[in-house]
């Protein structure tokens, strides 16, 4: 498709687990980016990509949390050790070019993490 | 730094009204932007609106319209003659100019019945 893809859709996984959650952006963006949305409440920004680096880490919560896009295209984001707190839906998004003064961001439709 | 304030977590109209969704923001910066997603039952944030902070023109997009009023730190969005398509969860969100992150409201539910 032409959209942002995000997979798996929902993920359940037991606490201390790993989890790898993968983003398929829009061909052709330079720009990633990864939230995290807790129930009820506006996503919170994780990290963007410019290009195969990190731009901005700014947002990772703590060192159990890393994303890689090691070809400048899809994303992974893992999270080790996983606590009942990572509980959310993960978003990516994508953008032409990157920054937010530069317009739009493409989001795919989130991975749920549920966490036991 | 950067806050954005959503009072209204759940607005309830009939098909047809209007409906006003409040949006307050927190900066130190001189040069920041303002938007409006909007998440549908599906969850992708589909962009709706972009405005930076030196166009404080009000905007107006077939039913929707935005108000911008940097005196009061408010980006008010409004929908005119709401339709049951319109239910969703509607953010506000702020730019750095010089950023790559935007920070979100809380997000007002919107429920048109018909």
């Known amino acids: 498709g032409a959209g942002v893809s995000q997979t798996p859709s929902n993920k359940v996984t037991e606490k201390g687990k790993y989890v790898e959650l993968r983003c398929d952006p829009i061909s052709g963006h330079t720009a990633l980016y990864w939230y995290r949305q807790s129930l009820g409440q506006g996503p919170e920004f994780l990290i963007y990509f410019q290009g195969t680096g990190a731009a901005d880490d700014s947002g990772l919560p703590n060192d159990r949390f890393f994303a890689v896009r090691p070809e400048g295209s899809v994303s992974t984001l893992k999270i080790q050790r996983t606590e009942r707190g990572d509980s959310a839906v993960y978003l990516c998004?994508?953008?032409?070019?990157?920054?937010?003064?530069?317009?739009?961001?493409?989001f795919g439709e989130g991975s749920r993490l549920t966490v036991l | 730094a950067q806050k954005v304030t959503q009072a209204q977590t759940e607005i309830s109209v009939v098909e047809k009204e209007d409906v006003t969704l409040d949006c307050v923001y927190e900066?130190?910066?001189?040069?920041?932007?303002l938007f409006w997603y909007k998440q549908p039952p599906s969850g992708e944030l589909v962009f709706l609106i972009r405005r930076n902070s030196f166009d404080e023109q009000n905007e107006i997009s077939g039913r929707y319209s935005w108000n911008f009023q940097k005196s009061t730190s408010s980006f008010n969005f409004t929908i005119t003659a709401s339709q049951v398509v319109d239910s969703a969860v509607y953010f506000c969100?702020?730019?750095?100019?010089?950023?790559?992150?935007?920070?979100f409201g809380g997000g007002t539910r919107v429920l048109v019945k018909p």
């Open positions: 900066t130190r910066d001189t040069t920041y932007y």
């Open positions: 998004a994508s953008s032409p070019y990157g920054g937010t003064n530069t317009g739009e961001l493409f």
């Open positions: 969100a702020l730019g750095e100019a010089a950023g790559n992150k935007l920070t």
